[in-house]
């Protein structure tokens, strides 16, 4: 009996795109069913997935739901062990792993979003964050292809949805990724070969599109 798996999520989350590169890497089929309007109508089957948090992505496995998208990519290592693993064997080097997903999940996520919903003195500051904290990976990215070495692992999957935000970061932000940081952009081409991160990342000219509904529904412009 083959398993069945579902994603409920809504195509611009950064989120989301983590789950479906983690099914992909693994060679997992999957529904995907989008959820068409996160903000105002929600469907009855993510409220009740997801009753806690009423948040996509949720990953349904057999029935059962698996809430928060690090969490899924740690579970669909774990379900699916054969084929290309995600973490590190090595307690420390799994740490150290957990460690940069959880900087990218409370420090980057946060910011960013504070780059296309500021304006004025307040922007100047989340502009200045958020290369700092680009940098900061940057300097762990260091010489290597990926963040785990040579192998595209579990902190690049955690990451590499941002590279299609960037774009609208720059515009909205007003800096070049390339002049701040020509490492992480690199390193986001090279994930972007990869077929997995390809069929899972939206075009970015679209992620601005979408930015610019945001900010006319939250009256930011």
Known sequence: MSDEVILLNFWPSIFGMRTMIALEEKGVKYEHR??????NNKTPLLLEMNPVHKKIPVLIHNGKPVCESIIQVQYIDEIWPDKNPFLPKDPYQRAQALFWADFIEKKLCVCGRRVWRT???ELKAANKEFIELLKILQTELGDKSYFGGDKFGFVDIVLIGFYCWFPAY???????????CSVLMTWGKRCMQRDSVSKSLPDPERVIGYVLYLKKLFGLE
């Open 34 to 39: 989008e959820e068409e309007d996160v903000i």
């Open 119 to 121: 304006k004025g003195e």
């Open 170 to 180: 720059e515009k909205f932000g007003n800096f070049s990724m390339e002049s701040e």
